[in-house]
């Protein structure tokens, strides 16, 4: 990945590119550390109006994730190629995968990076999935397979929160780390946890203060349900902390009635039910 993009530091580190969280303040703050910075966009009209306009600016990647079906990224990964090839771009295409045969759909179209999403993530992910411990060396496996490694790079995710974390994945293999949300430690804090970051105070302080997140999260699409969010295809639903809002789920509140006291509390300016993704 270092060789790719030579502008950052190896082992190479990104930022998540989240809604309401990646802005260009923290991509430039990534970035000018020696990772690797990236920001959220929700165009519209991608091939025909964004793409021209992220050429011009020469962007060096575009990132993929969470299509209804992977032929969805098929159109867009051939424009970019088109597009590269006629204005002489160096632009990668990562696209983000939670499972093999996502992986290898990605590749099929073309991708250049596969951001390797393990089950252990913060956020949004594979509703049937498997840790970043068991699918990355299968992914691997698949580029061996497909005669890919070292054409198609790998960047893994999930779970990676600090300096021990960036010690197992290079462990598995793999030498480049994305931090989307994590607790401080004692060589790294999160990205979410930074000034830099445009997200509320209150998810900052809730993860630095939240442990033991094997009880204390859970991977559910009750998250979006409750937060107005639910707009994911079926095969996605996301990890966040447990909240008030999840607690009277399980002791049986109706989602109608959970609906109800989660936007009472946000007209509020009420935070206690704000679904914090970690």
């Known amino acids: 990945m270092h060789q790719i993009f030579p502008n950052t530091k190896s082992p190479l580190i990104a930022n998540a590119p989240m809604h309401g969280f990646a802005d260009s303040r923290l991509a430039s703050a990534v970035s000018s550390a020696g990772g690797y910075g990236c920001l959220m966009l929700q ?12 050429c011009a600016a020469r962007v060096t990647g575009i990132w993929l994730a969470f299509p209804n079906n992977g032929s969805d990224h098929g159109p867009i990964i051939t424009a970019v190629h088109q597009l590269r090839e006629k204005e002489n771009w160096d632009v990668k295409v990562f696209v983000q995968v939670g499972t093999v045969q996502a992986a290898r759909e ?82 790294m804090i999160s990205f979410i946890a930074t000034v830099e970051c445009a997200g509320p105070d209150i998810a900052k302080e809730k993860i630095v203060s939240t442990t033991d997140g094997t009880t204390t999260t859970i ?48 007209e509020k300016g009420e935070d206690d039910r704000t679904i914090i993704w970690a």
């Not at 054409?151 to 995710?157: D, F, G, R």
């Not at 609906?259 to 946000?266: D, V, W």
Request: proline share 3%.
């Open 43 to 54: 165009p519209e009209g991608l091939i025909d109006n964004v793409l021209p306009i992220l």
């Open 106 to 187: 990605a590749i099929d179209y073309g991708a250049d990076v596969l951001v390797v999403q393990g089950s252990d993530a913060g956020g949004h992910q594979w509703a049937q999935g498997a840790s970043l411990i068991a699918l990355l060396p299968e992914v691997r496996g698949l580029l061996r397979e497909m005669g890919k490694t070292g054409e198609v790079h790998l960047l893994a995710a999930g779970g990676i929160v600090d300096a021990r974390g960036m010690v197992a994945a290079m462990a598995l293999g793999e030498l480049h780390c994305l931090m989307i949300y994590s607790n401080m430690d004692v060589l």
């Open 219 to 266: 991977k559910s699409r009750k998250h979006d349900v409750f937060n107005s969010t639910d707009v994911w295809p079926s095969q996605y639903d996301g990890r966040a902390i447990i909240g008030r809002s999840y607690e009277d789920f399980q002791s049986g509140v109706t989602d109608e009635e959970i609906l109800k006291r989660h936007s009472n509390a946000r």
